[in-house]
C-alpha cells in the first residue's frame, strides 16, 4: 500500500526567507508525486506534479520540488516566501492498483512572519 | 471558465435533514471524486466513478449517495444529516490511464449540522 508522510505539522518562517517542505513516500513502483496547496477557505491547487524525468520540477508560483529515490522523498521548496503563501500545503503519490487514487500527506500548515 | 465547479459553498443545516451537493467539471474528465476534509485537514476518499460508473466506494455510511447522470456532473446526496457530517466536501475529477493523473479540485462545499 501506497503512503505518504509529511513530517511536520506546522512550518513557520519570515517573508523573503527561504522554505522547504518534506515529504517522504512508500510506493512499490516508481511514484507519481504531487504538490497542492490549500489557501484559507479554498479548494486544492496543484503546484507541480512528478511522473518521469528530470527530477527536478518547476511548479506555479516559483515553487520547485526534487524526487530523491534514494531518500523516498519529494520534498518542496521556494527561495524566497512571501506572505500571499500562507496556507496549508499536501504531498500526494498516486496512483494505486488502477483505482487512480492519489494518497495524501496530512499537509503542512505554513505561516509567513513580517 | 471554472474546471470543477461546486453547489452550494456553503451549507448550514439541521441534523435530520437531506441535502444535496453538486459537482460539475468542464475539462472532458471520465472520472470524477467526492472527498470529505476534516476539521484536521485530512482528506478522505469517499466515492470515485468512472464513466458514470461507481469504482470506488470507501468506508462511508450508507446515508451518503452519489448520483453521476453524465460524466460531467457527480452529485453527493446526503440522507439524515448527522453532526459528525460537519465537514468540507470537495469534488475532483481527472483523466487516468493517459499519463496525466492529476486531479482537479472544486472549491470545496463547507457543510455545518446543527
Known amino acids: 500500500a501506497q503512503s505518504v508522510t509529511q513530517p511536520d505539522i506546522h512550518i513557520t518562517v519570515s517573508e523573503g526567507a527561504s522554505l522547504e517542505l518534506r515529504c517522504n513516500y512508500s510506493?512499490?513502483?516508481?511514484?507519481?508525486l504531487f504538490w497542492y496547496v490549500q489557501s484559507p477557505g479554498q479548494g486544492l491547487q496543484l503546484l507541480l506534479k512528478y511522473f518521469s524525468g528530470d527530477t527536478l520540477v518547476q511548479g506555479i508560483k516559483g515553487f520547485e520540488a526534487e524526487f530523491k529515490r534514494s531518500q523516498s522523498s519529494f520534498n518542496l521548496r521556494k527561495p524566497s516566501v512571501h506572505w500571499s503563501d500562507a496556507a496549508e500545503y499536501f504531498c500526494?503519490?498516486?496512483?494505486?492498483?488502477?483505482?487512480?487514487?492519489?494518497?495524501f500527506g496530512r499537509g503542512t500548515s505554513l505561516i509567513v512572519h513580517p | 471558465d471554472t474546471a470543477v465547479s461546486q453547489t452550494p459553498k456553503y451549507l448550514v443545516t439541521q441534523m435530520g435533514n437531506d441535502k444535496s451537493i453538486k459537482c460539475e467539471q468542464n475539462l472532458g474528465h471520465d472520472t470524477m471524486y467526492w472527498y470529505k476534509q476534516d476539521s484536521k485537514k485530512f482528506l478522505k476518499i469517499m466515492f470515485s466513478y468512472n464513466n458514470k460508473e461507481l469504482i470506488i466506494n470507501e468506508t462511508v455510511p450508507n446515508r451518503f449517495s452519489p448520483k453521476s447522470p453524465d460524466k460531467a456532473h457527480l452529485n453527493l446526496h446526503i440522507n439524515s444529516l448527522e453532526l459528525g457530517d460537519s465537514a468540507v466536501y470537495f469534488c475532483?475529477?481527472?483523466?487516468?490511464?493517459?499519463?496525466?493523473?492529476?486531479?482537479?479540485f472544486g472549491p470545496g462545499t463547507r457543510l455545518t449540522v446543527l
Open positions: 475532483a475529477s481527472s483523466l487516468p490511464g493517459t499519463g496525466e493523473d492529476t486531479q482537479y
Open positions: 510506493y512499490g513502483a516508481t511514484p507519481y
Open positions: 500526494a503519490v498516486g496512483p494505486s492498483g488502477g483505482s487512480y487514487i492519489p494518497t
